[in-house]
C-alpha cells in the first residue's frame, strides 16, 4: 500500500498494481477511518 498526500487529499493505492483503483481521502476522513473499530463482516456477506 502507498500513501501520498496532494492538494489535501490523501491517495492510496496497492502498490503491486500501480495502474489499478486508488482511493481519495480527505485527511479528516482518513484520520476517522483508521480511528474507527473494526467489525466483523456477518458469515455469507463476502
Do not use: Y
Amino acid at each position: 500500500m502507498e500513501l501520498a498526500a496532494v492538494s489535501g487529499m490523501i491517495i492510496v493505492r496497492d502498490s503491486k498494481d500501480p495502474n489499478g483503483p486508488v482511493l481519495l481521502l480527505t485527511r479528516a476522513a482518513l484520520r476517522t477511518a483508521v480511528r474507527a473499530p473494526i467489525r466483523p463482516v456477518p458469515s455469507g456477506r463476502m
